[in-house]
């Protein structure tokens, strides 16, 4: 089992990779610095804040839902 901040950030990098994008363009696209989205994918930070998932789907140009729309949030594969 993994936490909610493993899973976003395996979901994150999933989608750069889907969208051939890198970290840095995600930052910007989704005015977030860039160290609060290492800190997310290092999973060196406590909780994800739901402005934060929300700001970087939106650098992914999709809705939340559309990126919590994967597996890895099905709750037999986190540690809540």
């Not at 990779?17 to 800190?39: C, D, E, F, P, V």
């Amino acid at each position: 089992m993994r936490s909610i901040n493993q899973a976003i950030a395996l979901r994150i990098e999933e989608l750069l990779k889907q969208k051939n994008m890198t970290r840095y363009r995600l930052a910007i696209k989704s005015g977030i610095t860039h160290s609060t989205l290492k800190n997310i994918m290092n999973d060196t930070i406590k909780d994800n804040l739901m402005s934060t998932i929300l700001l970087i789907a939106n650098g992914f140009d999709m809705s939340a839902s559309e990126f919590l729309n994967s597996s890895l949030f099905n709750l037999e594969n986190l540690d809540i």
